[in-house]
């Protein structure tokens, strides 16, 4: 069932007997370019998540509630519209890293089910989910600012730290920009499953059916779990600035 319809993202409700249930599914374009625009659409759906929560009965309220994200084709995301993103600058950023902030401590369970290319902008959006499902046969997940010469803003470096945290693998992520394919992701913690390209949403679906319950009653109890196990990451993306390495002018 149809929730929201805009230009760059649609919420549904996969199961109408599970009203609590979302499924987000990006679509700006083929590669799923981080812009203003795209970012204020998925808080929008957030937004939208926030209040059916709000709506439903104690009955409904007592299931829990789960959201998913996905897309189609080659990319789950490319990142940001690095153009936009350089011209623009704390307009552009400081929106992104609210979303990111704002996913990272979602008060239900939140499972990315990453049907391609996951790099950059479009790794951390991932990366902020609780879960991440990844097809096994095609697709990268990559930190590749090394490689387009770009530093990590605080909260972006953050988030990345916060959930690859095994020292070689972060090491390879953010010093080489390595393209991760879905086993080794596997291997590194960071991905949860890799699935055949037709079993990736109904896998990610059973994630989020299984994982509702612990939302149940829907309250700020997982909200305020997540806020403390990522509370580095939070206070950086909310109040870090955007200037990498401020810290060094005092070495």
């Keep these: ?32 370019r981080f812009t203003k625009q795209f970012t204020s659409e998925v808080m929008q759906a957030l937004d939208f998540v926030e209040r059916k929560l709000d709506s439903l009965s104690s009955e409904e309220a ?5 959201l998913v994200t996905t897309s189609t084709g080659k990319f789950y995301s490319n990142g940001l519209a690095i153009e936009a993103a350089i011209k623009e600058g704390d307009t552009f950023y400081i929106p992104y890293h609210q979303m990111l902030a704002r996913l990272l401590t979602f008060r239900i369970p939140t499972v990315a089910a990453i049907n391609g290319h996951a790099f950059a902008g479009g790794c951390m959006f991932a990366l902020a989910h609780d879960y991440r499902v990844m097809r096994a046969d095609r ?11 770009l530093p990590l803003i605080p909260g972006m470096a953050a988030i990345v730290k916060a959930k ?45 059916v299984a994982l509702a319950p612990k939302a ?10 997540k806020a403390e196990m990522y509370r580095d990451a939070v206070v950086l993306l909310l109040t870090g600035g955007t200037t990498p390495g401020a810290f060094l002018a005092k070495l």
């Design 216 to 225: 149940n009653g829907l309250s700020q109890k997982i909200h305020l779990i």
């Design 1 to 32: 069932m149809s929730l929201i319809d805009l230009p760059l993202v649609k919420l549904t409700n996969p199961d109408p007997s599970f009203p609590a249930l979302f499924l987000l599914h990006l679509s700006n374009g083929t590669e799923n």
């Design 62 to 66: 007592a299931r829990g509630g789960a």
């Design 164 to 208: 690859i945290t095994q020292a070689n693998y972060l090491r390879n992520c953010l010093l080489t920009g390595h393209r991760f394919k879905a086993s080794d992701a596997v291997a590194g913690g960071f991905v949860d499953r890799a699935v055949a390209q037709d079993d990736l949403l109904d896998a990610a679906m059973k994630y989020a």
């Design 139 to 149: 697709g990268w997940i990559a930190m590749n600012e090394v490689d387009i010469g």
